[in-house]
């Protein structure tokens, strides 16, 4: 499976010979999204989260690590047995959460779901060979653009960079 390249630029890498191009495929992604879920390092986030957020289910489902809006269930029992166990306090804007509150999260959700497949639809991505052409394509388009307005700016002034520009001298007023 062809990888996606991530350019890094930090200029004290290439200048130590690190290599600067970072491989990472979806493949490694789905192999740390599993190792991740129910670790101990994601119970510590999400506990981390509860109380950084002060229980705020909205802000915790945007700020953990791998999670869906389909995971809000399970984060929702780690909470409890959290607070239950006495690890961290019980919020109210956890606690008593509103019905109306986790709906609209949950449209929130699917909303944005329906609006990125139907973006991926309209750019033609089903794999990430398209995703690789279409970013390849988008840069050979910056390069033309930029090429183009380089083309303009030499057209209009490279000509009178000959010549000189016109010299004013300020005129002294009357006192």
Known sequence: MPSLEILLVDKACN?????????IT???????????KGSEEELADIKAAYTHFEGD????????L???????????KIIEK??????????????QEPKR???????????????????????GLGGEDDLKALI???????KKDMDDFLAQLEA??????????KKTTAKKGKK
């Open 82 to 95: 959290a607070i239950d166990a006495g690890e961290v306090p019980a919020y109210k804007s956890f606690v």
């Open 101 to 123: 509150k986790m709906m609209a999260r949950k449209r929130r959700a699917e909303k944005e779901a329906e609006e990125a497949q139907k973006t991926k639809d309209e750019l």
């Open 26 to 36: 979806v493949k490694d992604i789905e192999e740390f999204e599993k190792s991740y």
């Open 136 to 142: 390849q394509s988008r840069n050979k388009d910056r």
């Open 66 to 76: 791998c999670v869906h809006y389909t995971d809000e269930p399970r984060i929702r």
């Open 15 to 23: 200048s130590r010979n690190v290599p600067s191009l970072l491989q």
């Open 156 to 165: 209009k002034y490279g000509k009178d960079a000959k010549k000189g520009g």
């Open 57 to 64: 289910m909205d802000r915790i489902m945007e700020s953990v």
